[in-house]
């Protein structure tokens, strides 16, 4: 064989680049195929072995090698531009053979622009902008001109419109003078006062935060992402002599409609990772007029239960949103295994004996059984099909390697467990490297939206929908997002249940979504927070502040003031104002906007402060209730002050004080909240903090102990002599309340009609101790 280097030198590559080519792979085995294709046809020379290099290092799809090399070599592609256009238009018309018709008239085959042309072309558009260009002199940008002029003059050489355009320039401007050499002095430009609001934010960690709204990050083009039926143009897609029918024929079934999926499986609890995938799925779909199917992926029957399916399907509606259609990969297992024979007919999937101990890992010794006769691996299919092999004796593999490494992934398994809802008909399970891409495929999903871990498995995807012949929608993949200070693994948190360290997967200190609502978080807090961390490639690894403050925004426009009392002191007004020993005060929801609604609050003469918000002796930076200093009440219009206390043991349990008006009294340093002990309710309070004390409770070198060892034993604080305002009864579940002054609270599902819970929330953001 020629030396490739000699060969790719007379291809007109330098010595250099032609060694350097040689050394890869790919480029060197096209380029070198490319040239022997065109020797067939005619001698080689520098100005056709240029275009063929730029073949070889930009072709996706080697079937139209042949077609580039003949266009080339037979001077139908003679520039860099009419190559750019034959490249488009077999992206958008992949299928062999070419309509060489539209080929040539969108390449520009046989367009010839002559030298007058240009300069009328190029005469004209100088004209239009003469002014400006008079005006700024050489400081005028050319290339935009030139790009103007490129837009009439598609095929034309760019180098002859450069050389063009800068000669009639120079005719209308005459020489560079001193001034257009000069340095150009730059002016500072004014902030506009939109300027702030265009800059990113971000979080603590420095972590860039998305400020436009999940719609408007993920309508239309914003992602990059296909169109329906055009899948083909997709990086890395891969297409064979069916693709074009296929995609024909899924376009007239959806119309050119957008279709997402969102397939977990119902073995555990939703997290707040499941919430972003949630968001993107059926967020993807609704910015774009399309549909979203949840589609549990229920292939593994010993971890699967009722109550898991219906939580799950609770959480995606809890967030807002609507399936199309509620599936199952079990609506699909006689079509799964009737693609799982085609796979073996065409020897592409055989029976293996071999343990999982032995095949799990990235290097396993190679199966003896995989080259065995299609016949017999029909035949031991039905036979574990039919129950006649024990679990673990045998299982299908299919004959490829994955993007990771991994040889021959599973497709099917044997398991004698009756399933969900096929009961005992099957006691063969497909896998999900199996299951995933045919139920896509089923459902005609158009965008399978996946986490970047399962990026590895795309190869696999394309490959078996190719190979059983049907259609191949594209799998894009997001990064996932992870919380510090906590733990979501399924296995992790039955750990610590079975531990009693938490309740349950509801317990308000984890970060499952059920959890989450115990707590109080509102979904569209959720939402919110997975619209700022954005749409991203990236693994993104938060702190639970973002999320906190997220929350934070949406209960202080949701969540009206109620006054309650966790650690309640006894004070008797001995000079109550109402002669009928009750006080209606009109409260507003929300003081700083009161046309969101009042309510009533009723006062009597004894009530009940919070007893931290008072001290024996106030110094100069105490603000609130003492001996020597009065207090407002907030709301009542009242001011307190100190007249007598008793004590037990030197603690004070109980106040006189009298009132006066805020009008007639000297304006307080504080007003302090408050309830009625007549109208009000006795009730329990929880109040939560994080459960881990490190960031990273999994990681060995953080937590050496393993993370159980890791928990706050602490982490769960209940107030069981709490007083809370009457306007409250009644309330029901999930029902959310700024205690004033203190945090945001929601009504706990503990509540019965003698005893109302509530959970922290979340802390107000100010200190309450600053008044």
Known sequence: MENLVDLFSKAGLSEQKAKETVKNKVVSSTFHEAILLSQKITDL???????????????????????LVESITKRKLTTEIQLSCAFDFLKNNPSMPVNEKQFSDFCGVGVVISPEEVEEVVENMIDQHKAEIVKQRY??????????????????????????????????????????LAPVTKTKKEKSKGDGNNKQKTDTNGMILEEQSLMEQLRGA??????????????????????????????????????????????????????????????????????????????????????????????????????????????????????????????????????????????????????????????????MKAGKIDEGDATLRMKMVMEDGKQDPVAYRIKFTPHHRTGDKWCIYPTYDFTHCLCDS??????SLCTKEFQARRSSYYWLCNNVDIYCPVQWEYGRLNLQ???????????????????????????????????????????????????????CVLEPPLLESCVRSTLNNIAPRVMAV????????????????????????????????????????????????????????YK?????????????????????????????????????????????????????????????VRIYSRLFKHKNPEDPAEVPGGFVTDCNR???????????????????????????????????????????????TIPLKEDPGKN
Request: net charge positive; charged share 25%; proline share 5%.
């Open 45 to 67: 020379d520098s100005s056709i072995g240029s275009l063929l290099y730029q073949v070889s290092t930009r072709i996706k799809d080697k079937a139209h090698l042949p077609f």
């Open 139 to 180: 400081r005028y940008n050319t290339g935009k001109l030139l790009g103007l002029i490129r837009k009439q003059l598609k095929f034309a050489d760019g180098k002859i419109l450069k050389n063009e355009l800068d000669m009639q320039i120079l005719d209308l401007l005459g020489p560079k003078t001193e001034s257009d």
């Open 222 to 383: 914003a992602l990059k992402f296909h169109k329906p039926g055009e899948n083909y143009k997709t990086e890395g897609y891969v297409i064979n002599e069916n693709t074009m029918r296929l995609l024909k024929e899924h376009l007239q079934l959806t119309g050119g409609q957008v279709r997402t999926r969102f397939p977990p499986e119902p073995n555990g609890i939703l997290h707040i990772g499941h919430a972003k995938a949630i968001n993107f799925n059926f967020g993807y779909a609704k910015a774009n007029d399309g549909i979203c199917f949840l589609r549990y992926d229920d292939t593994n029957p010993e971890k699967e239960e009722e109550k898991f399916f219906t939580g799950i399907l609770a959480m995606v509606k809890w967030l807002g949103y609507t399936p199309y259609k509620v599936t199952h990969a079990s609506d699909y297992f006689q079509e799964l295994y009737d693609l799982a024979i085609v796979l073996i007919k065409k020897d592409l999937a055989y029976i293996c004996h071999q343990k999982y101990e032995e095949i799990k890992g990235k290097n396993p010794p190679p199966s003896p059984w995989r080259n065995r006769p299609i016949s017999e691996s029909l035949k031991l299919f039905e036979d």
């Open 442 to 447: 089923l459902e005609h999903i158009s965008h």
């Open 485 to 539: 200070y906590t733990v979501v693994s399924k296995r992790k948190i039955t750990k610590l249940i079975d531990a009693g360290i938490v309740r349950d997967w509801d317990d308000p200190r984890l970060f499952t979504l059920t959890a989450l609502r115990r707590r109080g978080f509102p979904a569209e807090a959720i939402n919110d927070f997975c619209a700022k961390v954005g749409v991203t490639g990236s693994l």
């Open 566 to 621: 966790l650690k309640p002191l006894k004070v008797n007004i001995t000079n109550f104002p109402a002669k009928s020993g009750e006080l209606e005060l009109r409260v507003p929801n929300f003081p700083a906007d009161e046309s969101k609604g009042h309510h009533t609050v009723k006062m009597s003469p004894t009530i009940y402060i919070e007893r931290t918000d008072f001290v024996k002796t106030a110094d100069k930076s």
């Open 624 to 684: 609130r209730f003492a001996t020597n200093q009065s207090v407002g009440l907030r709301h009542a219009g009242l001011v307190l002050t100190f007249d007598r206390a008793n004590e037990v043991n030197g603690e004070v349990t109980e106040i006189f004080a009298t009132c006066s008006s805020v009008e007639s009294s000297a304006k307080p340093k504080a007003f302090i909240h408050w309830v009625s002990g007549k109208h009000s309710d006795p009730c329990e």
């Open 714 to 760: 602490d982490s769960l604080e209940v107030v069981s002599g709490a007083i809370v305002e009457s306007s409250v009864r009644g309330a029901q579940t999930f029902d959310k309340y700024q205690f004033e002054r203190v945090g945001y609270f929601c009504v706990d599902a503990d509540t019965t009609s003698k005893k109302m819970v509530f959970n922290l």
